[in-house]
């Protein structure tokens, strides 16, 4: 069984620029979440895919979209990089439909917007 | 959100019991108190889960108080790995919802 990961593991980018990062899910898990997490903070949740749908937003704009694919890894994009968006970027796999769904995340995609 | 309250660090020493406290006086009926901890350099990892009773597994034990307003997170023999930050979450145990994180209890374990 293999576990979450996420590529890249490191990213620089200028302000304005986009950026793509990836995510593969667990084996046999249908839901991913993606958590934007800033220095000394908790993970802070963007939004959540299950089964190709979104299905659930935090308070983020529009310019993070996201996309979730039939073997149910999943990208998440960022438009119009601003200062702050420099954070790891972390994503969770879940089994939505068990008994208890636990999360289980990647290492993360630190993001520095310059 | 129903939201948790908890120190932000604790110390402790290696081989001796941690007890984590967090507080949840919001909490309705239908959360789940939820515990997962970030190691350094690591995503968050799932430690423990409850509903209205004492649980335990193989990493810690989950202490519930009689109301449900607070839990302690228990570490029975701290080691230097158990350094982390922890996290405790209420979660709806309803279809759908997400888990939301607060700041956390930063863990320091002095060897």
């Known amino acids: 069984e293999t576990g979450v990961t996420q590529s890249p593991t490191h990213l620089i980018k200028t302000r304005g620029q986009q950026v793509t990062l990836r995510c593969s899910s667990q084996?046999?898990?249908?839901?991913v979440s993606w958590y934007q997490q800033a220095l000394g903070q908790g993970p802070q949740f963007i939004f959540q895919?299950?089964?190709?749908?979104?299905?659930g937003r935090g308070n983020f704009p529009p310019r993070f979209s996201g996309l979730q694919f039939p073997n149910y890894s999943s990208e998440l994009n960022v438009n119009a990089l601003e200062l702050d968006d420099s954070a790891l970027y972390l994503c969770a796999s879940s089994a939505t439909g068990e008994s208890y769904e636990k999360l289980f995340f990647g290492s993360g995609t630190q993001l520095s917007v310059l | 959100d129903a939201k948790t309250t908890q120190p932000n660090s604790m110390e402790s020493n290696e081989e001796e019991p941690v007890h984590l406290p967090c507080n949840h006086s919001?909490?309705?009926?239908?959360?789940?108190i939820h515990w997962y901890r970030q190691l350094p350099s690591q995503g968050p990892e799932y430690v423990i889960h409850g509903l209205t009773s004492n649980v335990n597994n193989r990493m810690a034990s989950l202490a519930i108080a009689e109301d449900r307003k607070s839990s302690t997170l228990i570490l029975h023999r701290a080691t230097l790995r158990d350094a982390a930050v922890y996290y405790c979450i209420l979660r709806d145990g309803r279809y759908g919802q997400n888990f939301v994180f607060g700041p956390g209890t930063r863990l320091s374990v002095l060897p």
């Open positions: 895919y299950y089964r190709e749908e979104e299905n």
């Open positions: 919001t909490i309705s009926g239908t959360d789940y």
């Open positions: 084996s046999g898990h249908n839901t």
